[in-house]
């Protein structure tokens, strides 16, 4: 199984911008599901992001228009663009990809602050 390692999280004030990356150990080129969750202590893990493979055509989607998913085949990353920021926003946001054949890893995580 392979390793996901997020980056690019940090603190920063309402209405600021973060890019967070995700660099996978694999090849993310035959996964079928590339995504973003995030959490806040005491509640579920709350889906953010993903780009869901149907055939060969890559579906994008995310919670918020303020959110963008973006992957780059050959650094094996994954990225999410966030803009606007709100507090709400403040959370550990994990990356998550999904093969073929069902098979998920998750990152660590890395902390996202929204506060003035």
């Known amino acids: 199984q392979g390793r996901l390692v997020e980056s690019g999280g940090g603190s920063v004030p309402p209405g600021g911008s973060l890019r967070l990356s995700c660099a996978s150990s694999l090849s993310i080129f035959s996964m079928d599901t590339l995504g973003w969750y995030r959490q806040t202590p005491g509640s579920q893990r709350e889906w953010v992001a993903e780009i869901k493979y149907e055939g060969s055509k890559p579906n994008a989607k995310s919670i918020e228009e303020r959110f963008t998913i973006s992957k780059d085949y050959r650094a094996n990353s994954i990225y999410l663009d966030m803009r606007d920021l709100k507090p709400e926003d403040t959370a550990v946001y994990y990356c998550?990809?999904?093969?073929?054949?069902?098979?998920?890893?998750w990152g660590q995580g890395t902390q996202v602050t929204i506060s003035s």
């Open positions: 998550r990809t999904e093969g073929q054949s069902g098979d998920v890893t």
